[in-house]
């Protein structure tokens, strides 16, 4: 149990600190505001100053009270009832400290002056007194207490929010990579269909190839089939898919553009989403039929925004319609955020595809 007080009291942040003063100004405001109507004459600035550090003690009284509670389960239905009752006693005990340092500090409190004016005597503690000193302090501490509870659970409800939102965010993610890791896994089987017949034909004519178009098969396979199972790749390995992927499909089609690689040394190993480029390239290649474009052209730099790359092909009129580029928006905001975004450019002579990275 004194464990647990120690580490609640050891735990008081700037904020809380900056809170006790905050109350013990409030309580000076009170007790001063009678200070204004009387006229203390030249012991002002003691009245001042002794109503000051009453105030702070009782302050620090009231937190040394509130933190235990304060610090106890957010989530628990009795925290509203440990509050107001650690506020209470509080209260009760800084009335009492009060009182003590009243009759023990050295500059005299208006109480006194008005006692000395009067030529009574100092009025001793009994219950109606401390109950008046009690509501005195309670009142403004408890409504300070409520608003700080207020504010930290406006604060926690925000930040709930936004931990489920980038749940959702990251669950889509996974949802758009499976789906890609889908989509991938029934388009490679036809162009593995695809690549076995014409290995096995050029096995079947003899043709010098035959081995070497076996070889590249079987680097494509190595590149492509572990990105089934995995959520994150580099641009290295993007553009080795990609060189991969063209190897093979100049074997059935040899007009397959060829790959070129443009980036600073060391930004290959940059972490990108999975399937970024080989969906880009593969519809490219789709809408350009017969009319494949000869050189495919990576190249990334750092830039203020982030990564930008570029997919270039010599071939015009390779975007596609609005509706696949919101689509392939759309999947890249999923898979790397929401400041990510994919642009487009044809003209005559080449497609420029260019992709910007947070």
């Not at 389960?73 to 005990?93: D, E, F, I, K």
Request: net charge neutral.
């Amino acid at each position: 149990m004194m464990r647990q007080l120690l580490n609640a009291w050891r735990s008081l942040s700037s904020t809380e600190a900056l809170l006790i003063l905050g109350l013990s100004l409030m309580f000076s405001a009170i007790d001063l505001s009678d200070l204004l109507r009387y006229d203390a004459g030249h012991h002002f600035w003691d009245v001042v100053t002794h109503h000051l550090v009453t105030s702070l003690a009782a302050a620090a009284v009231i937190m040394l009270c509130w933190l235990p509670a304060d610090r106890s389960s957010q989530h628990s239905p009795q925290r509203p009832w440990r509050l107001a009752l650690a506020t209470l006693l509080g209260s009760v005990l800084a009335a009492l400290t009060i009182w003590e340092l009243t009759l023990h500090l050295p500059w005299p409190s208006l109480t006194h002056l008005v006692v000395a004016k009067g030529k009574k005597p100092m009025p001793t503690m009994d219950a109606m007194l401390l109950i008046s000193f009690t509501l005195q302090v309670f009142l403004p501490a408890s409504l300070v207490v409520a608003a700080s509870e207020m504010l930290r659970r406006q604060r926690r409800a925000t930040d709930d929010l936004q931990q489920v939102l980038a749940e959702q965010v990251q669950l889509r993610r996974r949802a758009m990579a499976s789906r890609l890791a889908a989509l991938q896994a029934q388009v490679e089987p036809q162009l593995l269909f695809d690549a076995l017949v014409d290995i096995e034909q050029a096995y079947d004519r003899q043709q010098a190839d035959a081995a070497l178009r076996m070889e590249r098969l079987i680097r494509y396979l190595r590149v492509a089939l572990p990105r089934l199972r995995e959520t994150g790749t580099t641009l290295e390995a993007e553009a080795d898919l990609l060189d991969s992927y063209l190897d093979v499909m100049r074997d059935l089609q040899p007009r397959a553009p060829q790959l070129v690689r443009l980036w600073p040394d060391g930004l290959g190993l940059h972490a990108l989403p999975p399937m970024l480029l080989l969906p880009l390239l593969q519809r490219a290649l789709l809408r350009a039929g017969k009319h494949a474009p000869s050189t495919c052209k990576i190249s990334a730099q750092r830039r203020d925004t982030g990564l930008v790359i570029t997919l270039e092909l010599d071939g015009p009129g390779l975007c596609g319609d609005v509706n696949e580029l919101a689509e392939l928006n759309q999947r890249l905001t999923l898979l790397a955020g929401t400041q990510a975004r994919m642009l487009c450019r044809s003209d005559t002579a080449s497609t420029l595809f260019t992709l910007v990275l947070p």
